[in-house]
């Protein structure tokens, strides 16, 4: 049973029992999470390097891992949500990456997830672990990917669904949540408060709360690093660059490279960037200035909104993992961001969010700057899709008469 | 070479040499196909129920199949193209079954392809072979998600793309395809009439254009019928229902399994189901006259945008394979349609464009009616995903203040 395990600080390791509206360190006040099981031999053999992982994907996704996440599960709790989460393909981006100059550039493509996210990962492994534990309800607080994930697995699985967002969250994004059959909560105050009030008010009222920090989202997160090591696993990465919010899915990347490397399954983690707006750069402004927690920012004002945290629960988490991998953080202008995401659009195909394309914005800064050099084999992921974020301002053309071909 | 393959009409079975322009039987006008390889052992080997393929998805996607397709690609033709097509889930639909009484339900979810449809399959085989033989230039003409998918590939690839859309596409779908950097050019006009002057602009420009009925498309559009054969090889399907419009994809579907039936690696077909508009129902109207070609019909009006083209280029090929398999042509209306729409989201997670969910409706019409038992093992193509369509209204609540909640 999930009670049974145990979970440890990620900052200053002190042991604590799993607790369903337990996010944080009793001691501290930092993000929790599962220690990683010792490794079976037995787990391995069809689970590591088999020929089902390729450039193009990896069959089973999440569940290919299953044995290597710290809770266990059965058959029935894996079927009931069950979607096609995780198993993204790594595109090798060769037009772009003769462009901006890095030869060896590859995308991990999160948008292509069950709603357009990286987060459907670490919602399915809530949601698989809730359902079979019996909870009824479950919430999230969310500026967007977040909350449509946690609306679609809840209604997959016939759990009621609290989804909280802004008041500014916009209204294009509401509808693939409504849609789902979720209580949409609109609150009009700052992401902070929210989230602070989410725990207690969930704990008070029976609903479980999966926030960005919750350490069943981080274990299903970190299956990213196992799918990027598997499918590099003959030639490791240097870089990749990850567009970071609340720091729990970068945190989540690293989590999942340190248990590889500590298993010696590969060598070495990527060194991993933590990648931030401008307008929102709580993580990315602490690593400028040499500190170990999130600074402290104003409002967000990004048109990045899927990395719009100014209050990450897990940016101490984030600086250390950027840290003890040899990465950095780095903050990039909305300008850049959106240029990028045309980049993207025109050299590889791929529509992403603007928060998604921040990760090329930094990758373009870091060669400029001599950090990465031209000869590094770097990786972007490619966070969340395109269409539910406001797309570049395009042309339309004026309808035309056959007669004018 | 391209130019050795041979193809044959889908109708009268005349041998025609490939064209990069002609898409039609020079003897009778209907659509012209690849003739299937002869199947040869060592194919099958890496590529047939190897354990890459689960519910969850098919590691290489069409990729897995090259060697059963008709043109020879090299791997870098392929790399050039490759986006993670195809390869999708096949998801059981537990609580959506028991709500309409058919236990045994499944969702094959091509709305998980590259660019949002069952589309990309097609257009990146073309592209591949298009790319290969030193093809600059290519074309569509489309109401939607196969413009989408080829301004996508010709940008990964990057080739020049024209997409020709009806005047009343609406905005919100132009968006997506203009990103892409593809010359769109609205067109006011009848989709029949842009259909065929496609094909005469085309071969005077130097534009290749890959519509609906192309073979090449048409090529890899069967991968959907060889990934259900595997994903279900232990207990082939009874149905399958399938949205369509042009008749192209549903006519593929139904040469996949005619090829794997023909090689021994499945017992059967399943009965396949063309699954129509009432406001755009050339096929369902044509079969349930007992017609062996499309029916005239008026302008489409239907909200289901991606399943409402009037003229289908290939409606003749698909009322055979219907007969072929045992199946039928049924039309739902606007109102079912929308309904499915939301059934489909609040039961299974998935949030698909209208005409995707017109397969849940001609479902729910053929249990009505007895067609349909509820032991039978059915399938339901998901078309296309739904954040690029109009969703259905929807109740977006007031914001609140954290003191109220």
Redesign the interface.
Known sequence: MIDDIELSCSSCGARQAFGLHALRCSDCGEALEFVAPPLRDQVLEPAWAS???????????V?RYRDLLAPDFDESAI??V???EG???L??A??LGNTVGCEDLWLK?ES?N???SFKDRGTAVAVAVLSAAGIESIGTVSTGNMARSVA??A??A?LRAKVWVG?TTP?EK???I????AD??????PYG??YE?SLI?GAENGVVFVNSDSALRVEGQKTIAYEIAEQSVEQPFDWFLVPTSSGGNFSAIGKGFSEVVEWGLVERSPRLVAVQAEGCSPIASAWENGMDVPMEVGSARTVAGAISNPTPPSGARALRWARETGGLAVKVTDDEILTA??EI???????VQPAAAAGLAGLQQLIRSGTIGPEDRVGILLTG????AA??P?????????SD?
Chains 1, 2 share one sequence.
């Open positions: 020929g089902c992982a390729d450039s193009s994907g990896v069959v089973g996704g569940w079927a009931r069950r979607m096609g198993g993204s393909p595109l090798r060769l037009r493509d292509r069950p709603t357009g679609a697995y209604a997959r016939g008041a209204a509401l509808a693939p409504a849609v789902h059959g949409l909560v609109r609150i009009d105050a408060q929210i009030t008010w995401q045309v659009a025109t050299s590889t195909g791929r529509f899709a395109g269409p539910n797309p570049p395009l042309p339309i053309p004026e309808p035309v008469k056959l071909l």
